[in-house]
């Protein structure tokens, strides 16, 4: 959304010379209002499922596990700067309806929201990609609604299933501004074992990988 200005998800910044899909200003007013809406008084909970894991980059006042159940975390979205280039473009994970997703909210205290959903919108939204939307999450300690960042079927950024051929082709070769496809699924993997996460995927495409000498 795994998406951004740094090295971690995004797909194409406007200042790569990509022009944006949508202009994100409003959706990020529309998020805003919504959230004074349905959250009178409370803070602002996000949802994280790849980099925003291992490199949230906002100020956080606490962090829990949890599930969202309705979407998954699929490596599925093309990468075209940041994981890889026009000419041979990368991969990056995306929020994607079906299914569950085990992954991390971060609760944003009130009085730094405008603040740190700026800086939050200018690393996932700079080209308006995804569609923001208000997601159940269940905690341990209890639910909560958060804001996770997700990628629509008819996204043109978005890749559908891949054979193993057309994956192992975009891990040998894919490298963009912030690294390689390959470098950003390990790093999302160790991430989700160390936060106890087993995401069945992730951990085949990493045995593919493996398998065929691209990691030990």
């Avoid at 990609?129 to 159940?136: A, E, G, M, N, R």
């Amino acid at each position: 959304m795994d998406f951004d200005a740094s090295p971690a998800a995004v797909d194409d910044a406007p200042a790569c010379g990509v022009e944006p899909l949508r202009d994100p200003r409003p959706l990020l007013r529309k998020t805003l209002d919504d959230w004074q809406r349905h959250h009178p008084g409370g803070d602002f909970w996000v949802f994280g499922y790849a980099s925003l894991i291992w490199r949230p980059e906002f100020a956080a006042a606490e962090q829990r596990r949890a599930r969202v159940h309705g979407h998954h975390r699929a490596l599925q979205m093309r990468s075209r700067i940041n994981r890889g280039t026009p000419q041979v473009p990368g991969l990056v994970f995306a929020l994607v309806a079906g299914g569950s997703c085990a992954g991390m909210v971060y609760r944003i205290e009130r009085a730094r929201v405008e603040a740190e959903m700026q800086r939050l919108w200018d690393r996932e939204m700079p080209t308006g990609v995804y569609d923001p939307k208000w997601l159940p999450c269940q905690t341990a300690q209890g639910p909560v609604r958060a804001l996770a960042f997700t990628l629509s079927r008819s996204s043109p950024s978005y890749t559908g299933e891949l054979d193993d051929a057309s994956l192992l082709g975009i891990l040998r070769h894919a490298r963009g501004k912030f690294g390689s496809t390959l470098d950003y699924l390990v790093e999302t993997g160790c991430c989700l074992r160390k936060h106890g996460i087993r995401d069945a995927t992730v951990e085949r495409q990493l045995a593919l990988a493996r398998a065929h000498g691209l990691v030990r």
